[in-house]
């Protein structure tokens, strides 16, 4: 365990130290980082523009277990924040929910959260939802969408497997979700896959934009009665992204905080380290900043 922390601070601090370098060169005028929050929670700053993805802001154990999946008997989040909600908030310029369970929007993001910064959503249904709950300026993502000086590029994907989606009860509560491609002058293509498991929309990004980091969500959640098909990617999607995207950094998340995830950070580092994968896959902990 020890060798497996020391090798992934130190590839971690590679990151810090290239970007650091980079910047003091004066080659880039503007800094790029994404920070873990906790679970799908990320912020993606672009120079001088933050977004905040996929807010969950609750306590430890404030909310019970997703009914019908693994380890329901659990409460949610499992584990608490590493810094103060108003911290994770503070500086921030926009919100983007790629959808609307519990784990990427949950009721104390709604409570503290101004309602008036601006939020983006997939499509109207969740933009009228998050209108509902107070919030003024709620916009439906669109391809080639720009804020702050950043190109937002809405991508598709799908919650867990054509098997599941057959079962109507089940395609119902998976529901719609998005990813997301950053793009700006002098920065990297950043592509945040969201709630999806490996599909021809995924592999069709990858291709089309060549994207250089890619925010990766891999706890291999599963639901009762549907073992060993995922919800979300895993460890072996981890592999199959890089090799669709070999030059590509993977920043791995949305693992140890919700109780369906059943893929860990120490399992996915020690298939990353079966693998060969240390240059190329980064497993940051809560409240980590990876910058660029």
Do not use: C
Not at 11 to 31: C, D, K, N, P, Y
Request: hydrophobic share 40%.
């Amino acid at each position: 365990m020890l060798t497996k922390t020391l090798a992934s601070s130190l590839l971690l601090a590679s990151v810090f130290i290239a970007g650091s370098a980079f910047a003091a060169s004066g080659a880039q005028e503007t800094i790029q980082q994404v920070q873990q929050i906790r679970n799908a929670t990320v912020k993606i700053t672009y120079g001088d523009t933050t977004f905040l993805i996929d807010p969950m802001l609750a306590e430890q154990g404030a909310y019970p277990g997703f009914e019908n999946t693994y380890r329901s008997e659990l409460r949610n989040p499992l584990v608490g924040l590493p810094m103060p909600a108003e911290d994770v908030i503070d500086g921030i310029d926009a919100v983007i929910v790629t959808h609307t369970h519990l784990d990427h929007w949950d009721d104390a993001a709604q409570v503290l959260l101004p309602k008036g910064i601006p939020l983006f959503a997939q499509n109207i249904e969740d933009a009228e939802l998050i209108r509902s709950q107070g919030f003024s300026d709620v916009r439906v993502l669109v391809d080639g969408t720009e804020f702050g000086g950043v190109q937002l590029h809405k991508t598709g994907g799908q919650h867990g497997s054509d098997t599941l989606y057959a079962v109507p009860e089940l395609a119902q509560s998976l529901g719609e979700v998005m990813g997301v491609v950053f793009e700006a002058p002098g920065q990297k293509t950043t592509y945040l896959v969201g709630d999806s498991v490996w599909r021809d929309e995924v592999e069709q990004v990858l291709a089309h934009f060549n994207p250089e980091v890619i925010v990766l969500n891999t706890g291999a959640a599963e639901v009762t009665g549907f073992e060993g098909d995922p919800i979300i990617m895993g460890k072996e999607d981890t592999l199959r992204t890089h090799q669709a995207a070999p030059r590509a950094t993977i920043i791995a998340v949305h693992m140890d905080a919700v109780n369906h995830m059943t893929l860990s950070r120490d399992e996915l580092a020690d298939y990353v380290q079966e693998e060969g994968l240390q240059e190329h896959v980064l497993i940051p902990a809560d409240g980590e900043l990876v910058s660029f």
